[in-house]
C-alpha cells in the first residue's frame, strides 16, 4: 500500500521559527526543519513524502468572507525571504514541495482523498483542526509537536460530537484560530448539546419551535452566519492537481 506523509509546511515551520531565539537564522532553523522531517519519515515510513506550502494568492474563503483569518500575525519578514531557501534544502533533502496557489488546507486535503481512492494512505502532519472533518479511516493526522494521532474516538471526546457531526458542530461553535464566525452565542457546549438532540444543522433549523427561546431566538439571528460557516469550513478535496504521486516516491533505503 502507498503511504504519503503529507506535511503542513507553515503550520510546522511558523511553529518551529517562533520558537528559535534568532529569528533571522533561517540557516539553521532549515536544517531543524530537515531533522523534524527525517524523524518523520524514520517514525512513519511512507512510500512518498512531500510538504505542501500556502501561497499568496487571495483565497476563496477570504473572498467569501472578508474577516476570514482577520488579526493573524503576518509571516515574519526573514521567515517570508528564507522560504525559497528552505525548500531547496529539502528538495535537496529527498523532500519535494508543492505550492498551493492560496490555502495549503485544500491542496493537502484533496492529495489525501486521492490517495485513499488509489486505495492508499494518507497521513497528515497538521494541528490544524479544520482536518478534523477528513474521516476516512486511512486518512491520519499527526501531531508533530506531542507525538501523537489525532483519532476519530479522541476527536469525537473532545467535541463532545460523533465524526459526521464535525463540520455541524464548526458551524454553529465557529473556529476563533481562523475567524469562523459560527452562530453567535452559541459555544462548544451548545453546539454539542443541541446536535446530540437534533442530529445535524438542517434538523435544527427545523425544529427552532422545540428549542428553548433564547437560544432558538440566537439561532435564528445567526441562521446565515451558520450557512456562511458551513462553507468556510468545509475542505475542497476535488482540486485539479497537476501532479504525479511519483514524483514524491521515496527511494528505498
Same mark, same amino acid.
Not at 51 to 72: N, P, Q, T
Not at 104 to 110: E, K, L, S
Not at 154 to 162: I, P, S
Given at each position: 500500500?502507498?503511504?504519503?506523509?503529507?506535511?503542513?509546511?507553515?503550520?510546522?515551520?511558523?511553529?518551529?521559527?517562533?520558537?528559535?531565539?534568532?529569528?533571522?537564522?533561517?540557516?539553521?532553523?532549515?536544517?531543524?526543519?530537515?531533522?523534524?522531517?527525517?524523524?518523520?519519515?524514520?517514525?512513519?515510513?511512507?512510500?512518498?513524502?512531500?510538504?505542501?506550502?500556502?501561497?499568496?494568492?487571495?483565497?476563496?474563503?477570504?473572498?467569501?468572507?472578508?474577516?476570514?483569518?482577520?488579526?493573524?500575525?503576518?509571516?515574519?519578514?526573514?521567515?517570508?525571504?528564507? #522560504?525559497?531557501?528552505?525548500?531547496?534544502? @529539502?528538495?535537496?533533502?529527498?523532500? $519535494?514541495?508543492? %505550492?498551493? +496557489?492560496?490555502? !495549503?488546507? &485544500?491542496?493537502?486535503?484533496?492529495?489525501?482523498?486521492?490517495?485513499?481512492?488509489?486505495?492508499?494512505?494518507?497521513?497528515?502532519?497538521?494541528?490544524?483542526?479544520?482536518?478534523?472533518?477528513?474521516?476516512?479511516?486511512?486518512?491520519?493526522?499527526?501531531?508533530?509537536?506531542?507525538?501523537?494521532?489525532?483519532? #476519530?474516538?479522541?476527536?469525537?471526546?473532545? @467535541?463532545?460530537?460523533?465524526?459526521? $457531526?464535525?463540520? %455541524?458542530? +464548526?458551524?454553529? !461553535?465557529? &473556529?476563533?484560530?481562523?475567524?469562523?464566525?459560527?452562530?453567535?452565542?452559541?459555544?462548544?457546549?451548545?453546539?454539542?448539546?443541541?446536535?446530540?438532540?437534533?442530529?445535524?444543522?438542517?434538523?435544527?433549523?427545523?425544529?427552532?419551535?422545540?428549542?428553548?427561546?433564547?437560544?432558538?431566538?440566537?439561532?435564528?439571528?445567526?441562521?446565515?452566519?451558520?450557512? @456562511?460557516?458551513?462553507?468556510?469550513? $468545509?475542505?475542497?478535496?476535488? +482540486?485539479?492537481?497537476?501532479?504525479?504521486?511519483?514524483?514524491?516516491?521515496?527511494?528505498?533505503?
Amino acid at each position: 500500500m502507498n503511504v504519503f506523509l503529507i506535511i503542513d509546511g507553515m503550520n510546522l515551520v511558523r511553529r518551529m521559527h517562533a520558537a528559535q531565539p534568532d529569528e533571522t537564522n533561517i540557516d539553521g532553523l532549515q536544517e531543524q526543519i530537515n531533522r523534524s522531517c527525517q524523524k518523520l519519515i524514520r517514525f512513519h515510513q511512507p512510500t512518498h513524502v512531500s510538504i505542501v506550502w500556502d501561497g499568496k494568492a487571495m483565497s476563496w474563503r477570504k473572498r467569501l468572507f472578508e474577516d476570514y483569518k482577520k488579526g493573524r500575525k503576518p509571516m515574519p519578514d526573514a521567515l517570508d525571504k528564507g #522560504l525559497p531557501n528552505i525548500k531547496s534544502y @529539502l528538495q535537496a533533502h529527498h523532500i $519535494q514541495s508543492i %505550492d498551493a +496557489l492560496s490555502e !495549503a488546507d &485544500d491542496v493537502i486535503a484533496t492529495l489525501a482523498t486521492k490517495l485513499t481512492q488509489a486505495q492508499g494512505k494518507a497521513i497528515i502532519v497538521s494541528t490544524d483542526k479544520g482536518f478534523n472533518q477528513l474521516t476516512h479511516p486511512h486518512i491520519q493526522l499527526w501531531d508533530h509537536f506531542n507525538k501523537t494521532f489525532l483519532t #476519530l474516538e479522541a476527536r469525537e471526546e473532545k @467535541l463532545g460530537v460523533e465524526r459526521t $457531526q464535525f463540520l %455541524d458542530y +464548526l458551524a454553529l !461553535a465557529g &473556529d476563533s484560530g481562523n475567524k469562523i464566525p459560527g452562530v453567535p452565542g452559541i459555544g462548544p457546549k451548545s453546539a454539542s448539546e443541541l446536535l446530540k438532540t437534533f442530529r445535524t444543522l438542517g434538523n435544527i433549523y427545523r425544529s427552532l419551535d422545540e428549542i428553548g427561546t433564547k437560544q432558538a431566538q440566537k439561532l435564528a439571528t445567526g441562521k446565515t452566519l451558520a450557512r @456562511l460557516s458551513y462553507k468556510l469550513i $468545509q475542505l475542497q478535496t476535488d +482540486l485539479p492537481l497537476n501532479v504525479n504521486l511519483n514524483q514524491f516516491r521515496l527511494a528505498p533505503k
